[in-house]
Each structure stands twice: as structure tokens, then as C-alpha cells.
């Protein structure tokens, strides 16, 4: 019986559990005030929403503010006097006769003009003259290319006689050319 009956020295139990630090009612306080923002916003934006599409969806985000300026009396008599000068301005630059004449920049220009051309070697045209030869030299070897296939076919034995005669042709063309730019040279 006294061994039943006796108490231990060493205390066992679990430690007393207090109602405050098990709730933690502070917690619960903040998460019922930010649903609460939550809801709010929810339902406020659902009336916007609803009124939206209720009308034609126009939404009323104008804002009335009117910014004011303390210097605005100062910033707008400036620019009215800046605005009196250059109308001034340009009233005295309209009522100036000018000083340079385009009829003498035109017989200046026609001057050059003819002074360029008294000491170029080539004409005015001459891009144009010597891209005329081009299409002239190759619709002319267009038709001879198409005459000489058939005398390849027909002929196999002419193919050096008619190398020579086309080394005559390019020869003869070379010599005309030099004789021009010799000519040309002794011009100027």
C-alpha cells in the first residue's frame, strides 16, 4: 500500500498547456482583417464590373485635378514676348531684299559646266554609249553564237579558222579603241 500510495520525486507530467499561446488569437485577428480588405476589394470590383457591362463600358477614371503652377503668369508672359521677337524677326528677314542672285548662280553653273566639259576626256554620255556597244556586242555574238553552233555541227574542222577570225575581230576593236584615247588625248 505505501508503495502504491508513494509519489514520485521526479514530476513527469506534461507541462500545463495555456489557451493563449495554443490559439494564437493575434494571428487569427490579421487573417479575418486581410480576408475582410480581400472581400471588400472582391465585391467592389465585381460592382464595377457589373456596372460595366450593364452600360456601354465607358469607366469613370477621370481624374479632376488641374495641376497648378506658381510661375505659370511669368512662364506665359515670357513666351508671348518671345513670340513678339520672332515675329519681328522674321518680319525684318521678309522685308530683305537677298543678297545672292540664283540667275548668276545659274550662269556661274552653266560656266563650270562648260569648262568641265572642255577638259574631261569623255562626253556626257558616254556611260551611255558604251552600254549601247554592250547590248550591240552581245546580240551580235547572240547571233553568231547561234551561227557558229550550226557550223560546229556541220563542220568540225573549221573550229581554228573561226578562233582566228573572232582574235582578228577583238584585235581590230582594241586598235580602234586606242586610236580613240589617242585622239581624245591630243584634243586637250
Known amino acids: 500500500k505505501k508503495v502504491a500510495s508513494a509519489k514520485p520525486v521526479v514530476d513527469t507530467s506534461s507541462p500545463h498547456t495555456y489557451a493563449h499561446l495554443q490559439s494564437k488569437l493575434k494571428k ?27 452600360t456601354r463600358g465607358r469607366v469613370d477614371n477621370w481624374n479632376g485635378y488641374e495641376p497648378k ?13 518671345v513670340t513678339l521677337e520672332n515675329q519681328k524677326i522674321l518680319a525684318r528677314i521678309q522685308a530683305k531684299q537677298p543678297q545672292y542672285s540664283v540667275k548668276k548662280w545659274e550662269e ?19 556611260y551611255q554609249q558604251m552600254q549601247q556597244e554592250k547590248r550591240r556586242s552581245r546580240q551580235s555574238s547572240r547571233g553568231t553564237r547561234a551561227s557558229t553552233r550550226q557550223k560546229t555541227v556541220t563542220r568540225e574542222t573549221s573550229e581554228p579558222q573561226s578562233l ?11 586598235s580602234k579603241t586606242e586610236q580613240e584615247t589617242s585622239v581624245a588625248a591630243t584634243e586637250q
Not at 503652377?69 to 514676348?81: D, F, G, P, Q, V
Not at 553653273?109 to 556626257?124: A, E, H, N, P, Q
Not at 582566228?164 to 582594241?174: C, L, N
Open 164 to 174: 582566228s577570225r573572232a582574235g582578228d575581230e577583238i584585235e581590230t576593236e582594241v
Open 69 to 81: 503652377s506658381l510661375n505659370k503668369a511669368k512662364r506665359t508672359r515670357e513666351l508671348i514676348r
Open 108 to 126: 556661274d553653273w552653266v560656266d563650270t559646266k562648260k569648262y568641265m566639259g572642255s577638259i574631261r576626256r569623255y562626253s556626257d554620255d558616254w
Open 28 to 54: 487569427l485577428q490579421l487573417d479575418e482583417e486581410r480576408h475582410a480588405v480581400i472581400d471588400r476589394d472582391n465585391r467592389h470590383l465585381l460592382e464595377r464590373m457589373s456596372e460595366i457591362m450593364r
